[in-house]
């Protein structure tokens, strides 16, 4: 798998989220960072997450993309739209419940976005941990099935701290 890229984009004040190739934790901190930026914005209508080139995606990365997804509903009343034109991404979103937590749409977008790239942002192991742990939670409580899956990674990074 390639190696993974995180582009953004603003078109019409509605942010847009690109992700590129293998997403994995260690894109974590990049991705919690510009998430962060989201929060603090005074309005926010609508987020696009373009999943359009991602060939792959880890639990982590999902998670945070759950977290994030929760927080938009909370602070602005908004559910991102996941744009999904990859089968087996579009599965894993279904099977990890996100069709709950935002809109999956299975076309591409109409129209070309010029997008710039996010610097990786480095962290610590400690944090990367926390974030692992905080990811997974987000998705164990999305549903059963989720937290079943991850009760066990999730205890064993607590008792490794």
Do not use: C, W
């Amino acid at each position: 798998m390639n190696s993974g890229r995180i582009l953004v984009a603003t078109v019409n004040n509605v942010p847009i989220l690109k992700f590129v190739g293998d997403v994995r934790v260690l894109m974590s901190g990049t991705m919690d960072s510009y998430f962060s930026s989201l929060y603090n914005r005074a309005i926010l209508d609508r987020m696009i997450v373009d999943m359009t080139e991602t060939q792959g995606i880890d639990s982590t990365a999902l998670g945070l993309i759950a977290k994030m997804a929760i927080q938009l509903r909370n602070r602005f009343n908004v559910s991102p739209t996941i744009v999904s034109t990859n089968p087996d991404i579009t599965r894993i979103l279904k099977s990890m419940s996100f069709d709950l937590i935002s809109d999956i749409v299975e076309e591409p977008l109409a129209s070309k976005v010029n997008y710039d790239e996010l610097n990786e942002k480095t962290e610590s192991e400690d944090a990367v941990r926390k974030k692992v742990i905080e990811a997974h939670q987000t998705l164990m409580a999305l549903s059963e099935d989720n937290r079943i899956e991850f009760q066990d990674l999730v205890s064993a990074l607590k008792a490794n701290r």
